[in-house]
């Protein structure tokens, strides 16, 4: 049952402050996250999170009314994170383990910081729009029509750049995969 769009696919007017607030709560979040796992830095992260919102809201007057607003809000983010990259060169991860959840056993806790740190490598070495893609896709759950959007590119060239990526860590950690098996939505990737 469709309730019609959530406040992050509604366009906020930058006069209605309450719209505004709702795309902000609705966005902030994902976005912050997706710039965690691009960068491999909390601090790094929240700043360009605040750049980009800053971006977006002045350039608000000048949206494509039928673009949605959160793919805008990704591709504005997109292009200041590959202005950084540019400026920067550098990818060095603070550590994904602030944003774990729950207490395993210090045994678990170890074999997972092991497991993270070796799967932020492995993402850290992947060109730049391959873990564009892939971070877009696995952590923010857009489409593929929406990921080519923000990059620029075609739905299908998005999709390839997701695969690609997956196949490339799918290599770099497979000794990490206890039964050796690829994953269901794999076995086509080959």
Known sequence: MD????PRD???RPGDRAACEAFVRAS??????????????TNQAAD????TFAAFWESADRLDRDRSPRAWLYAIGRNLWRKERRDSRAFSPDSIDAMADGSPSPDRRAEDREFREAAERAI???PDDLREAFALRF????????IGAIQGVSAGLARWRYFAARRRLHRKLAAWDPRGQRAEEDQHAR
Do not use: V
């Not at 952590?139 to 929406?146: A, L, R, S, T, V």
């Open 3 to 6: 309730d019609g769009p959530t």
């Open 10 to 12: 509604e366009i906020p």
């Open 28 to 41: 902030y979040e994902g976005l912050f996250r997706w710039f965690c796992r691009l960068l491999g830095s």
């Open 48 to 51: 360009l999170t605040q750049a």
């Open 124 to 126: 850290g070495e992947l």
């Open 139 to 146: 952590w923010q759950g857009f489409d593929y029509d929406e």
